[in-house]
């Protein structure tokens, strides 16, 4: 066996990529995680031979609690995720993560990633993490290196554990998600007419930016369950009914979840498609535009005109049966469950944060 080779371990460390790589700072939300690196390099008995492999190194680490020595009580390790940025309280700007400098410096090198939520850390308690590394030796004895406090080599990445970040509508005492005009004289085009459309009026569009009131915290990505997205309207209001035997007719409101994903970090220009339905499912209207969105923002559109349609071809036009749902997560996987409905000129309006 490998392990055979090894006198013992030279050195051992632990990092992680905040710009103080003994510091970092954890959302306890399930979502979000910090990287921590670990390092470690043996002596070997013969340098001509190989000494244990990767996985058995691998296999031989486990994470512990600086102050105790023991297992981790308050973090927990998992394949990396979606929301791993690096957060630092009180920064007016974004922290990127710090390039590793240590490459080729040890034999071997291993990422974790770590994260908290209240199921384990319900007190949403910090821990300091470092490293124990367990193997028999070739004598058949167990041996133990550890970076934990009385250690011969101490390393450790202090772990500071702070509740999910909650949002909330404006006036609250939370960060506010906000909902404003983006482009009050958006130009959406109708490319594809029905031919049971006998007459469509002048048409007016608006578009709608939905994000967090923050120069620091962004929506990355968004689910939605129910809600349609693009080029499927969210909300469907029917202003003014005035069908008879012979034509549907109606004075019309749809808003729209513009579909792209993922969000960028940078300005996004696109083209977009917008369909007015029938209740069967039938195109009445496809508009077309160009949209440009910024980093960390929805982009909602809303379609408003006036048309007359024979009868005997698609049927009446689809009405929303309920508002616009979607849960929205920032860089660090806090999430907030946002509710947009229709005023009753069928204007779309942000209607809870929660």
Same mark, same amino acid.
């Given at each position: 066996?490998?392990?055979?080779?090894?006198?013992?371990?030279?050195?051992?460390? =632990?990092?992680?990529?905040?710009?103080?790589?003994?510091?970092?700072?954890?959302?306890?939300?399930?979502?979000?995680?910090?990287?921590?690196?670990?390092?470690?390099?043996?002596?070997?008995?013969? =340098?001509?031979?190989?000494?244990?492999?990767?996985?058995?190194?691998?296999?031989?680490?486990? #994470?512990?609690?600086?102050?105790?020595?023991?297992?981790?009580?308050? #973090?927990?390790?998992?394949?990396?995720?979606?929301?791993?940025?690096?957060?630092?309280?009180?920064?007016?700007?974004?922290?990127?993560?710090?390039?590793? @400098?240590?490459?080729?410096?040890?034999?071997?090198?291993?990422?974790?990633?770590?994260?908290?939520?209240?199921?384990?850390?319900?007190?949403? *308690?910090?821990?300091?993490?470092?490293?124990? =590394?367990?193997?028999?030796?070739? +004598?058949?004895?167990?041996?133990?290196?550890?970076?934990?406090?009385?250690?011969?080599?101490?390393?450790?990445?202090?772990?500071?554990?702070?509740?999910?970040?909650?949002?909330? *509508?404006?006036?609250?005492?939370?960060?506010?998600?906000?909902?404003?005009? #983006? +482009?009050?004289?958006?130009?959406?085009?109708?490319?594809?007419?029905?031919?049971?459309?006998?007459?469509?009026?002048?048409?007016?569009?608006?578009?709608? @930016?939905?994000?967090?009131?923050?120069? &620091?915290?962004?929506?990355?990505?968004?689910?939605?369950?129910?809600?349609?997205?693009?080029?499927?309207?969210?909300?469907?209001?029917?202003?003014?009914?005035?069908?008879?035997?012979?034509?549907?007719?109606?004075?019309?409101?749809?808003?729209?979840?513009?579909?792209?994903?993922?969000?960028?970090?940078?300005?996004?220009?696109?083209?977009?498609?917008?369909?007015?339905?029938?209740?069967?499912?039938?195109?009445?209207?496809? &508009?077309?535009?160009?949209?440009?969105?910024?980093?960390?923002?929805?982009?909602?559109?809303?379609?408003?005109?006036? *048309?007359?349609?024979?009868?005997?071809?698609?049927?009446?036009?689809?009405?929303?049966?309920?508002?616009?749902?979607?849960?929205? &997560?920032?860089?660090?996987?806090?999430?907030?469950?946002?509710?947009?409905?229709?005023? +009753?000129?069928?204007?779309?309006?942000?209607?809870?944060?929660?």
């Amino acid at each position: 066996m490998s392990w055979d080779n090894v006198k013992g371990v030279s050195s051992a460390q =632990i990092w992680t990529d905040n710009p103080d790589i003994t510091k970092a700072y954890l959302f306890a939300n399930g979502n979000h995680q910090v990287k921590l690196t670990v390092a470690v390099s043996f002596v070997l008995s013969n =340098i001509a031979e190989a000494g244990p492999t990767e996985d058995e190194v691998e296999a031989a680490i486990t #994470l512990i609690d600086y102050q105790t020595a023991a297992g981790l009580s308050h #973090l927990k390790t998992g394949d990396k995720g979606a929301y791993a940025a690096v957060y630092q309280p009180n920064s007016p700007v974004t922290i990127k993560a710090v390039e590793d @400098s240590n490459t080729g410096a040890y034999q071997y090198e291993f990422d974790y990633y770590i994260s908290s939520d209240s199921t384990i850390n319900a007190s949403y *308690m910090s821990e300091e993490v470092a490293l124990l =590394i367990s193997y028999t030796g070739s +004598d058949g004895k167990p041996v133990s290196y550890s970076t934990a406090s009385g250690s011969k080599s101490q390393s450790s990445v202090a772990v500071t554990v702070e509740p999910p970040k909650k949002y909330g *509508m404006s006036g609250s005492n939370m960060t506010p998600v906000v909902f404003n005009t #983006l +482009d009050d004289k958006f130009q959406a085009s109708a490319t594809t007419v029905s031919s049971w459309i006998n007459h469509l009026y002048e048409t007016s569009a608006i578009l709608y @930016s939905l994000r967090i009131d923050d120069s &620091y915290f962004k929506i990355i990505n968004f689910i939605t369950t129910n809600t349609p997205e693009s080029p499927n309207a969210c909300l469907q209001h029917t202003i003014s009914n005035f069908s008879d035997d012979n034509d549907y007719e109606y004075v019309f409101a749809h808003s729209f979840l513009i579909a792209n994903k993922p969000l960028l970090a940078t300005l996004n220009v696109y083209s977009t498609n917008l369909d007015i339905m029938s209740s069967d499912s039938w195109i009445l209207i496809e &508009y077309s535009g160009q949209v440009s969105q910024s980093p960390g923002e929805l982009i909602f559109a809303y379609i408003n005109s006036h *048309m007359i349609y024979a009868k005997g071809g698609p049927g009446p036009i689809a009405e929303s049966s309920g508002p616009a749902t979607l849960t929205a &997560y920032d860089q660090f996987g806090n999430d907030t469950d946002i509710v947009i409905n229709s005023d +009753d000129n069928g204007y779309p309006k942000l209607a809870s944060v929660n």
